[in-house]
């Protein structure tokens, strides 16, 4: 089997086990696609201040998107994520910011597989900002993942998606299989009041309110 072939076949699986797919990246030290400041712009444009209202970013990772919400916008973040490894490096981040800034005002972090786990677990009831960046496409199953967000959602709340779109990599591209569907872009922006969706070359970005 040749190199894009298998490069495909084992992105389009369905992950069974998140965190056994992905705690061995995390644990071996595999980092992604960093923050830009277009990406920032983005968000100041399109979430606004904080004003220290809860914001949960769901597949964390290293916490970058977390510390930017909680530091630069104003939110009470946390950041949650099914790899024990992706965790301690956002702990560690986070511990690194407050040497550096001297404060102790940091998001939290918290090892949660949020399609699967009990909501409760999470500290508040409900958040103003949920986001949810270059996950959405490893969601076995997006229904009921979309569902569990719009629970989670205070009124005039936003979910903010950052995903790649299939269609912007060519058809013998061998990563064209971690940008989403047609189908899975109509399901996530179906059922909404409000749906937003901006460009960040191969990405898009959708900011969507009950």
């Known amino acids: 089997m040749d190199f894009i072939a298998h490069s495909r076949r084992r992105e389009q699986r369905v ?6 797919y992905w705690e061995p990246l995390w644990a071996s030290g595999r980092r992604y696609r960093q923050i ?7 968000l100041a444009d399109h979430l606004g201040p904080g004003h220290g209202r809860p914001a949960l970013d769901m597949g964390c990772g290293d916490g970058a998107l977390a510390r930017h919400l909680h530091h ?3 939110y009470q973040t946390i950041g949650v994520d099914c790899a024990p490894s992706a965790i301690a490096a956002a702990t560690d981040a986070a511990a690194a910011t407050d040497a550096d800034a001297g404060s ?3 998001p939290r972090f918290q090892v949660m597989d949020f399609a699967a786990d009990d909501l409760s677990e999470l500290p508040d009831p409900a958040y103003a900002l949920i986001t949810c960046r270059l996950v959405f496409r490893f969601i076995a199953d997006k229904a009921v993942f979309l569902d569990k967000v719009r629970q989670l959602l205070v009124p005039g709340g936003t979910f903010w998606v950052v995903t790649e779109l299939a269609d912007r990599r060519a058809d013998d591209d061998p990563l064209k299989s971690l940008g989403v569907t047609a189908p899975d872009v109509e399901l996530l922006t179906a059922r909404w ?4 969706a901006v460009d960040l070359d191969r990405l898009a970005c959708f900011a969507l309110r009950p």
Do not use: N
């Open 104 to 106: 102790s005002d940091q």
């Open 193 to 196: 009041s409000s749906s937003t």
């Open 15 to 20: 992950i069974a086990s998140p965190v056994a």
């Open 72 to 74: 630069q916008l104003g």
């Open 36 to 42: 830009t400041d277009t990406e920032t712009q983005l």
